[in-house]
T-cell receptor, first 113, second 112 residues
């Protein structure tokens, strides 16, 4: 089945450690996005990519890094520079035709202790 | 920059109709989406508008006025399972890139 997969669903890390969240899609979508959601809040854009080997900063990119080496994959690294990393992280992908909706993965809940 | 505003919370009665408004400011607008999100889950797509007017999909309808930077989501025959957050998202193009920005969401509580 086609879809977008994030792993793991829950992740715990110690403060000061970098952590990488996985996002894979087999929908043949060009665009991929990473969002952060805090309790009771909306989605805030971290990074987005339209094609392989190219990505753009969103509204809250500080403390995060991404790569887009393959069309199917868009991993997000939460670095130790991110001051408040505990949050729900959502990855989405979207086709090249603009009137198509973005599809979301199930999300990764990151807790830093 | 971009700005999207929605009411924070709304309540409604089962079987009733509710309208959730969204206002936005952006350049390079190329579409507006509505998503539903239950607590702890990923958002799911409800509707899309790019031209002015009303789009109807079963119990859900969405309206867009580009000149006013305004959209609303209309939910009819409310059911308890409609209790969720409703997110307005604006797609825009800038510098050759397409961004998809979400509002803070409206939490809807449906009561018996």
């Amino acid at each position: 089945d086609g879809g977008i997969t994030q792993s793991p669903k829950y992740l715990f890390r110690k403060e000061g450690q970098n952590v990488t969240l996985s996002c894979e899609q087999n929908l043949n979508h060009d665009a991929m996005y990473w969002y952060r959601q805090d309790p009771g809040q909306g989605l805030r854009l971290i990074y987005y990519s339209q094609i392989v080997n190219d990505f753009q900063k969103g509204d809250i990119a500080e403390g995060y890094s991404v790569s887009r080496e393959k069309k199917e994959s868009f991993p997000l690294t939460v670095t130790s520079a991110q001051k408040n990393p505990t949050a729900f992280y959502l990855c989405a992908s979207r086709g090249a035709i603009l009137n198509t909706e973005a599809f979301f993965g199930q999300g990764t809940r990151l807790t830093v202790v | 920059g971009q700005n999207i505003d929605q009411p924070t919370e709304m309540t409604a009665t089962e079987g009733a109709i509710v309208q959730i408004n969204c206002t936005y400011q952006t350049s390079g607008f190329n579409g507006l989406f509505w998503y539903q999100q239950h607590a702890g889950e990923a958002p799911t797509f409800l509707s899309y508008n790019v031209l002015d007017g009303l789009e109807e999909k079963g119990r859900f309808s969405s309206f867009l006025s580009r000149s006013k930077g305004y959209s609303y989501l209309l939910l009819k025959e409310l059911q308890m399972k409609d209790s969720a957050s409703y997110l307005c998202a604006v797609s825009s193009r800038s510098g050759g890139y397409n961004k998809l920005i979400f509002g803070a969401g409206t939490r809807l509580a449906v009561h018996p």
